[in-house]
């Protein structure tokens, strides 16, 4: 059998799962509360190919840096596999991938199997995984109501950041390849979890 150990003392290229969906934004401006909301989580689905570099899928523009977007969270993946358990608690049977404001919409990995420093290839591109995405206000915009930010810290089905470590192409239907995996991290889940208890 082979360990999370041995596997990260070599270099193994594992075909772990794929991408279903690749979605971009821009900021738009929104009101909230009688206020202007600049926000980027507004993400349309594209065939691609399309370039991810160090800062993220070229054609998609982040609002604010500080919680969303730079070096360590350049692309947010989303498993499709949790689109059907929002689908009944939402009330709707046809929510479009990009819908959580997800860059990468994945299929087959899912964040109790992923640790930070796990180094994944889609496409040409490689990326190695950093942290669970902590939702802010601007989901409660996106939804319509402030519960769904608690639902999603509640659920635990979180997504996770990518750093871009080599620029490249990437498409939807492309697979998701473990080149290497971190014997001595947490999982997504194990992280999320824990600040959210």
Known sequence: MITRSYLAELEVTTVIGKIVSINVGVPREVYWNDKSVKTSIFKNPIAGPIVADRLGLNGDTQSD???????EK????????????????????????????????????????V??????RIGSAEMI????????????????????????????RSGFYLAVTK????????????VSQSASTLTIAEIFTAKTE
């Not at 929510?95 to 964040?111: A, H, I, K, S």
């Not at 109501?145 to 659920?155: A, C, G, H, L, P």
Request: charged share 15%; glycine share 12%; proline share 5%.
């Open 129 to 156: 995984v950093t942290k669970p995405r902590f939702p802010c206000y601007k989901l409660g915009i996106k939804f319509g109501t402030m519960e769904m930010v608690k639902q999603f810290q509640t659920s635990g």
């Open 74 to 113: 350049a692309l947010y993946a989303y498993p499709a596999e949790h689109y059907e358990y929002w689908k009944p608690l939402l009330g709707n049977s046809n929510l479009p991938y990009g819908m959580f404001g997800e860059n990468l919409t994945t299929q087959g990995v899912l964040e109790y199997q």
């Open 65 to 71: 840096l500080a919680v969303h977007g730079g070096l």
């Open 167 to 178: 620029t490249g192409e990437v498409c939807s239907g492309d697979s998701i390849e473990l």
């Open 115 to 120: 640790h930070v420093g796990d180094r994944f």
